[in-house]
Antibody, heavy 119, light 110 residues
Framework: QLQLQESGPGLVKPSETLSLTCTVSGVSISNSNYYWAWIRQPPGKGLEWIGS???????YYNSSLKSRVTISVDTSKGQFSLKLTSVSAADTAVYFCARRDWGHWFHPWGQGTLVTVSS | QSALTQPRSVSGSPGQSVTISCTGT?????????VSWFQQHPGKAPKLMIY???KRPSGVPDRFSGSKSGNTASLTISGLQAEDEADYYC??????????FGSGTKVNVL
C-alpha cells in the first residue's frame, strides 16, 4: 500500500531555509507514471500547490514561490525533498507531500507536517 | 496563478443536495478537463473525491458528482449526510505542469 510520510524540523527561524523530506513506500518513486508534489496549507487557510518533480529530476514550481523553492529527488532512498529559502511568518503552514497520479490529480497524500516560522 | 474562486460556505439538511462552484479562467478550469475535488476533515489530509471533472475514485460514494461548464466546475453532493460536513477544495491543471487550488468551501450539514 502506497504511503507518504513527511519529515523535518517543525520550527524554522525567519530568513532561514525550510527543509522537508517525503519518504515514499509501497511503490517505486521511479515509476514513470507518477510525479511527486509538495502542497501547503497555512493555518485556517486554503491549499497551495508548491511544485512537483519527476523521478528524472525535472521539477515545476508555483510561479509565486519559484525564486525561493527547490524540489529534489533521491531515487536510491525513495525520497523527495523541499527547500524553501528566506522564510517568513507567511510560510508557516502544514506541508503535505502527495503523488501526482498518472493523470492530473493528487492521490494519496501524506499526513502533513506543521512548520512554524518564528524566532 | 490566482486561487480558483469558491463560495466560503454552503449548507443543507440531511438528505438534501448541495452544489459547490469553482470558477477559474480559460487558462485553467476552462482550458482543460483536469479538475479534481478534495474533501478535508479538520486536522486531516485532503481526500480525493473527483478527478478529471466527473470521475469518482474507487470507494467514493456515488452521491458525489462533478461537472464543468466553461470556466466553472461544480461538485454536487446528493443525499447529504452528517459525515459530509467538511471543507472541499477544487484543483485544476493550469498548463506547463502547474496546478491551482480553489479557495475552499465549508459544507455545513444542518
Amino acid at each position: 500500500q502506497l504511503q507518504l510520510q513527511e519529515s523535518g524540523p517543525g520550527l524554522v527561524k525567519p530568513s532561514e531555509t525550510l527543509s522537508l523530506t517525503c519518504t515514499v513506500s509501497g511503490v517505486s518513486i521511479s515509476n514513470s507514471n507518477y510525479y511527486w508534489a509538495w502542497i501547503r496549507q497555512p493555518p485556517g487557510k486554503g491549499l497551495e500547490w508548491i511544485g512537483s518533480i519527476y523521478y528524472s529530476g525535472s521539477a515545476y514550481y508555483n510561479s509565486s514561490l519559484k525564486s525561493r523553492v527547490t524540489i529534489s529527488v533521491d531515487t536510491s532512498k525513495g525520497q523527495f525533498s523541499l527547500k524553501l529559502t528566506s522564510v517568513s511568518a507567511a510560510d508557516t503552514a502544514v506541508y503535505f507531500c502527495a503523488r501526482r497520479d498518472w493523470g492530473h490529480w493528487f492521490h494519496p497524500w501524506g499526513q502533513g507536517t506543521l512548520v512554524t516560522v518564528s524566532s | 496563478q490566482s486561487a480558483l474562486t469558491q463560495p466560503r460556505s454552503v449548507s443543507g439538511s440531511p438528505g438534501q443536495s448541495v452544489t459547490i462552484s469553482c470558477t477559474g479562467t480559460s487558462s485553467d478550469v476552462g482550458g482543460y478537463n483536469f479538475v479534481s475535488w478534495f474533501q478535508q476533515h479538520p486536522g486531516k489530509a485532503p481526500k480525493l473525491m473527483i478527478y478529471d471533472v466527473s470521475k469518482r475514485p474507487s470507494g467514493v460514494p456515488d452521491r458525489f458528482s462533478g461537472s464543468k461548464s466553461g470556466n466553472t466546475a461544480s461538485l454536487t453532493i446528493s443525499g447529504l449526510q452528517a459525515e459530509d460536513e467538511a471543507d472541499y477544495y477544487c484543483c485544476s491543471y493550469a498548463g506547463s505542469y502547474t496546478y491551482v487550488f480553489g479557495s475552499g468551501t465549508k459544507v455545513n450539514v444542518l
